[in-house]
């Protein structure tokens, strides 16, 4: 049987992967006067006084909205809110198993942003953080930005920011195992949605080096009319010298491929036309842009892809238990650029030097350490940076 065979089954077995616990014993009428009417209203009282005190008073401080609208969801696409939900569920449960986080699965049927951003702000007073996810570009843009503005917790669209901390912290190791320095790579990412579009703007927040954003027609420049407006703001940051042309020309010569578009589209002619000690990410799921063996065929020295069965694993369950756990713990209003950084200086750095080379550049998702480092170094900038409401 194969894993969705088995997959299947265990989702009849589970039915649901992710449940509600009682903190609070209610075995007699004491304990149910003191967890629900009259003893609740106390609590209640406090908090209309002074709302933060719904961290304090209630498990906000601990909960996070997974919300998805079900329009781009893992490899699937526009599948519909209910159809997601098992996504949003395993998402929730890596939350709790990753970070020691709340979470819980939102699916909102509707695809209108003004709809699905009121929805989220009306529900905000519950939770202490919102995880938007599997939502597609470009209307995940604008949904991100106009909560940011409107909603007092942090906002953080997994699909893009997630992806690019960890693709971060992969290239920062990467980097210094082929011995190059920062602002001189030449790097081509392929893919301009949600997810290339984030990684492409924390490369260059980081200076990692001169980027070439591509998409089905090819390299992302200035004056092409086939690109939209997040395409066209990117071309005024990307690719400076306005190259034209396919992503087969855009990779000779480069340092880095990044990929975040579909299956079998980068040969290992393409592969041994980039530079010496290439690094290459093709993180098309579950096929990727060019099979780890292929690529190694064509030189490349450094392979990291999204799948759990190969070396160096570009998993966003390194970024997003920790982010949360951290801005939680400090009740930061944001998640900020810089928080972003820290992320993804902390997590290339659980691999000391000692340790690195080329099929093991990121830790292991499972380590320990990931989450808590994360969270400490996320916690740490909200507060330099003003974004903590406590310390």
């Not at 940011?148 to 971060?168: N, S």
């Not at 400090?330 to 810089?338: C, K, L, M, N, T």
Request: with cysteine.
């Amino acid at each position: 049987m194969d894993i969705m065979e088995q997959s299947l089954k265990k989702h009849e077995e589970w039915q649901g992967k992710i449940e509600i616990i009682s903190r609070a014993p209610i075995k007699n009428k004491e304990d149910l006067s003191l967890a629900y009417t009259p003893g609740v209203a106390r609590p209640c009282l406090e908090i209309q006084k002074d709302e933060e005190k719904s961290f304090e008073l209630t498990r906000r401080a601990n909960i996070v909205a997974v919300i998805t609208d079900g329009t781009a969801v893992l490899g699937l696409g526009d599948i519909g809110p209910a159809a997601a939900m098992p996504v949003m569920e395993g998402k929730c449960a890596l939350f709790k198993e990753f970070g020691g986080v709340d979470a819980f699965p939102i699916c909102i049927d509707s695809k209108d942003v003004d709809e699905i951003v009121r929805t989220v702000s009306l529900i905000s007073k519950s939770f202490g953080g919102i995880n938007l996810e599997d939502i597609a570009a470009p209307r995940c843009f604008e949904i991100e930005r106009r909560l940011k503005e409107c909603c007092d917790i942090p906002v953080f669209h997994d699909d893009q920011h997630g992806t690019a901390i960890i693709v971060a912290a992969a290239l920062l190791n990467a980097m210094k195992l082929t011995g190059r320095e920062m602002g001189s790579a030449h790097i081509v990412v392929n893919g301009a949605g949600a997810a290339g579009i984030a990684i492409t703007k924390l490369l260059l927040q980081m200076n990692f080096g001169d980027i070439i954003l591509c998409d089905k027609q090819g390299a992302i420049y200035r004056g092409a009319e086939w690109t939209n407006p997040a395409q066209k703001e990117m071309a005024e940051l990307t690719n400076k010298e306005n190259k034209q042309g396919s992503l087969a020309d855009m990779l000779k010569g480069a340092d880095v491929f990044v990929g975040v578009s579909a299956p079998n589209i980068v040969s290992r002619e393409m592969i041994a036309s980039m530079a010496e000690k290439s690094i290459v990410f093709p993180m098309a799921n579950p096929v990727p842009e060019i099979m780890p063996d292929e690529a190694k065929k064509g030189g490349a020295y450094i392979i990291g892809t999204g799948r759990s069965d190969f070396p160096n694993q570009i998993n966003n369950v390194m970024a997003f238990p920790g982010i949360f756990k951290g801005v939680l713990r400090v009740r930061a209003r944001d998640i900020s650029e810089s928080m972003k950084i820290a992320a993804a200086y902390a997590i290339a750095g659980i691999v000391e030097d000692s340790e690195l080379s080329a099929d093991y550049i990121l830790p292991n998702p499972f380590n320990e350490k990931v989450a808590d480092a994360v969270a400490n170094a996320v916690a740490e900038d909200a507060i330099a940076h003003g974004l903590a409401r406590v310390k």
